[in-house]
């Protein structure tokens, strides 16, 4: 009887590991995709920090992410931080708009580029008419293995640039757009 519930137990499990396994396909924007530490800055048109322009409004490091749009499009994908990015609270001003970024952008999968004009913010935070506050961005790409981690391990790298049309505070201010940079998230509690 031990051999025979033996036998059935190895044909149970024969049959068990002979099943073909499906494959899960990645979505179209998978290089370009995930959750990103970033800092946010102030600068001028050339790119460079402005007086007092690093973290600029003291956000320190945020999370955003880039996702597939529910398109599974190869030209675009969604870029959204998650209500972290909210310049008007930055200033203490529930009056102006909140700048929370989220919106649909075009990449280009082959160089790891992303850019829009003009792209309507989608955010929920965003309590005044989305189109009268688009978003562009600009020079953005993915860098694969040109950042480091707080333990030293490598990591992919983001940078852009967004401006915010109708935004109150640059010209005052001396700036000319935000630089949005960072690195990868690790999902390691010793790089956070």
């Known amino acids: 009887m031990k051999k025979v519930l033996y036998s059935a137990a190895l044909l149970l499990l024969a049959t068990l590991t002979s099943c073909e396994k499906e494959d899960i396909e990645n979505t179209a924007t998978v290089n370009m995709a995930g959750q990103w530490y970033v800092q946010v800055d102030a600068v001028d048109d050339a790119g460079k920090p402005i007086k007092n322009g690093e973290d600029y409004f003291g956000f ?78 600009e020079g953005g790409k993915i860098l694969p293995g040109a950042g480091r981690q707080n333990n030293g391990s490598v990591a992919d790298s983001i940078v852009f640039y967004v401006k915010y049309a109708g935004d109150p505070w640059f010209p005052a201010d001396g700036y000319a757009k935000y630089k949005v940079s960072g690195i990868r998230y690790s999902g390691l509690v010793e790089n956070d």
């Open 60 to 137: 320190g490091r945020v999370l955003i992410v880039t996702s597939n749009t529910a398109a599974n499009s190869t030209s675009e994908m969604l870029i959204d931080d998650l209500g972290s990015f909210d310049v008007a609270a930055g200033y203490g001003n529930g009056n102006y708009p909140s700048y929370s970024l989220k919106s649909k952008i075009n990449v280009d999968l082959g160089a790891l580029t992303f850019s829009s004009n003009n792209a309507t913010n989608l955010s929920d935070k965003n309590k005044f008419d989305s189109d009268l506050y688009p978003i562009t961005i």
